[in-house]
Each structure stands twice: as C-alpha cells, then as structure tokens.
C-alpha cells in the first residue's frame, strides 16, 4: 500500500475518532463549572484549538459521568502519543534520507571511487593508516584511547573524531618484522623529512610486540618528537610532546646509562617547556640540562648534543632578570652561562660534523654579532645561506640569518660613519673610501 495511502488512512482514524468523543462529550453535557481541558499538543498539526471549558451538570449519576471523562481524556492521551510517535518516526525518516546519499559517496570512496581530498595533519594520517593496519591484526586492542598497562598512551585525540579518508596500510607485511628490521626500517625512513610521519606509523604497528625493548622505545619517543615538530596544532603539539615526555620516562628508568634514552628525555622536556607557566618553564629547563650533560657523558661524539647545549647556554644568557629571580626562588641556584659558552658548543659541533646545520651556522652568526666580531658573524651568515633548505627548522633559519645579515649591514655602515666622523675631526682633509 503507497505511504500517502496509510498516512491518510491513520489520519482519516485520527479524526474520525476524535471526532466521536467530542460529539459524546457534549451529548452528556459536562456542567462542573470552572473545569476547563487543554486539548492535546496533537491537534495543533493543523489548526491549533483553544482551550474547552466543559461545564458539567449536577445528576443523580455524577460518578458516572466522571467515569465516563476519565475514559475520554485515556483515549486523547492515547491518540496525543501515538500522533507524536509519528511526528518522531517522520523526523527519523527525513534524517535518514539525508544520511542514505552521503552514505553511498563513502562506500564508492573505499571501493576505489571519486574521495573528497581533505587536507589533514600528520595526526590524522597516522590514526588512519594505523587502523587500517590495526583491522586485519586479532592481537590488536580494541581502544585507541585506553593507556597500556607499560605506560603507552596512544595517540588518539578529541579532534581526530572528524571523517577523514583512510589510506592504505604502507606496509601490509608489518607482522613479519623483526626488531633488527624495525629498527632499521624506521630509522632509513627517518632519515627523509617526507617520510619521518611513515617511521612513527611504522613504530606504532609495533608498539605492542615491542613495547619492552629499550631500542624501541628511546625511538618511539623520537617519533613523537618528530611528530610534535611536523604539526601545525597547537592542542596536537602539546599531546606529541606530553606522550612523548612519557615514554622518555620509561625508556631512561630502564636504563640509566643509554645515552640515547637521556637524549630524546631531554628533547621532549624542551617541548613539554613550551606548553607550561614560568614555573614549570624552568623545571623543565633544568631536567633538559641534567640529561642532555648525561647523554654527553654516554654519547661523547655525537653533535647533535653540543648543538642542544648551544641552544640552551645560548637561551640562559637572554634570560630576563625576572626569569632568573624566580629560578633562584624556586630552586636556591640560578642558571647561568654566557654567550661565549654558546659559541663553544656550536664550535664543537662543527668540528664533529662541518656543515652540521643551517640552524648551527646560525647561532654561531648569532654569537659572533653579539660579541661585535662582525666579519665572523657575516662568514657564518654566508655558510648557512649556501646550505639548502630542507626542514622547517632550515627554513626559520633562513628567516633569521637574513635578520642578522641586514643587522649586521646597519652595524658596520653605523661603524664605518662613526669612524669616519672621528677622522674628520682628527684631520678635516682626511675621509673614508666606501
């Protein structure tokens, strides 16, 4: 039978039954005076009606007629829900006719049909990819949110519920893999900027089989620093360096005397420090120092740690007055170190690794013009200009060594003036060439 057919057939009931309890309603003429009855919600699908005052008369048989009232307002209540009922059911239906087309866009999509192309964040691309792979694995937890019973949280957040296309698992043979291979697998794909979000999805297939394995999880961590650094998000940032934080908890606690282990601790301190109040700020601060000189202690030879140590003397000797009074409040001892510190460890990561980074010759640019060695600072500012740019970090670089080569100009043009009015005062005749 066609839906308009039961649709009028239900209402055709409706009325008619309404109908007839109206017309016995007034038959008994009703006379309780001042007794007045609302009609239904109901009733207002076309005409809304006002309200009735039915008066009732004062017979011998008054119970009768009250029985008789009680039996009229169950049959309006029913009619009132079964009419509502509907209204809901109608609802639902239209919901479901809007829903049934997009539907069908999304089955096309995974069956290899025309996808919208959204532009997500790593966060997103890794979640997906992961659960494609997650799908096929029967040893895989059923909860992406949950923390592991080692201290693993995953990296599922609120913003992740969006819809986003899933992409294919890159690696379908995950299971095969051993640590060795793992190991070595992340790290060459790490090695390309462009690649470093496959080596954290790679990690994450693995993290339960390896979950117990140093090697492992001193290179999950880094992932996630990696992570931390190819977002965009701020909320996304914070939750990369605060898991990342986490597992570098576990990774030094089991073992003390991996330099590695201290290293990337340390690094997902700094990031952590990003997200935190001045006090915190500068707990965080110290953490980073007392791993970063461990590591040194384990990893002699490595550059990337002179090149952090840089970073971090280079920062103390800007710190505020303010800043440091709140140390010495908090702590008893207030961080110090100098300029000259800075350029030493930068000095040493060149001469571990000459070319280290556009960042390296950048700081050392930075060192020489706050020590007013102006030719030094602008020879480190032409080496780091020659270096390409391949990570965003080379490309604020960039940014900032054009500062201090256009500082660096204004200085030696205010020197060269300054000289050459103090020679003219000496000998009026005398003037500089350019």
């Known amino acids: 039978m066609p839906h308009s057919t039961n649709r009028e057939m239900i209402l055709g009931i409706v009325v008619g039954t309404a109908g007839i309890s109206l017309l016995l309603l007034w038959y008994h003429k009703v006379r ?15 005409n809304s009606l006002d309200l009735m005052t039915l008066q009732d008369e004062v017979p011998s048989g008054q119970g009768t007629t009250e029985i008789f009232q009680g039996r009229q307002l169950q049959i309006l209540e029913k009619l009132n829900e079964l009419l509502t009922n509907m ?18 866009e999304y089955i096309q999509g995974e069956l290899g049909g025309k996808v919208t192309v959204h532009k997500i964040s790593p966060q997103h691309r890794a979640r997906k990819r992961r659960l494609a792979t997650v799908q096929s694995s029967a040893t895989s937890n059923s909860s992406e949110e949950a923390e592991s019973e080692g201290g693993y949280v995953t990296a599922n957040t609120d913003t992740e519920e969006q819809s986003f296309p899933v992409p294919k698992a890159f690696n379908t043979h995950v299971e095969e893999l051993n640590l060795d291979a793992l190991i070595q697998m992340a790290d060459n794909l790490r090695v390309n900027e462009g690649k470093k979000v496959e080596s954290f999805e790679l990690l994450c297939d693995h993290k339960e089989k390896f979950r117990d394995e140093i090697e492992f999880i001193w290179r999950f961590a880094r992932a996630y620093g990696d992570m931390y650094e190819l977002s965009t998000n701020t909320q996304e940032k914070k939750h990369y360096a605060n898991i990342g934080k986490t597992l570098g908890e576990k990774a030094i606690m089991r073992a003390p005397k991996n330099g590695y282990c201290h290293l990337w601790y340390a690094v997902l301190c700094g990031y952590v ?10 707990n965080c601060g110290y953490r980073f ?18 090149y952090l ?21 908090l702590f008893g001892s207030i961080p110090s170190s100098t300029v000259q510190e800075a350029l030493q460890n930068f000095l040493k ?13 950048m700081f050392m640019a930075k060192c020489y013009a706050d020590l007013n060695q102006i030719d030094n600072a ?6 780091a200009m020659l270096l390409p740019c391949i990570t965003k970090e080379d490309e604020d670089a960039q940014k900032e060594v054009k500062k201090i080569s256009t500082s660096l100009k204004s200085k030696t043009l205010c020197v060269t003036v300054i000289i050459q009015s103090i020679l003219k005062e000496i000998s009026p005749e005398y003037s500089l060439k350019d």
């Open 32 to 46: 309780k005076p001042r007794t007045a009855m609302d009609l239904p919600k109901f009733l207002s699908l076309g």
């Open 309 to 329: 140590k840089g970073r971090y003397c280079y920062s103390v000797s800007k710190l505020s007055w303010i800043e440091r009074k709140m140390a010495a409040t």
């Open 349 to 361: 990561v060149e001469e571990l690794q000459p070319g280290f980074s556009k960042s390296n010759y």
């Open 273 to 282: 420090s990003e997200f935190e109040g001045l006090q915190n700020k500068i």
């Open 87 to 104: 209204e809901e059911l109608k609802k639902e239906i239209r919901v479901l006719k809007e829903a049934i087309p997009k539907l069908e």
């Open 289 to 306: 120092k007392e791993h970063l000189d461990k590591a040194i202690e384990f990893l002699p030879e490595e550059p990337f740690l002179y």
């Open 378 to 383: 602008v020879k480190f500012c032409n080496l």
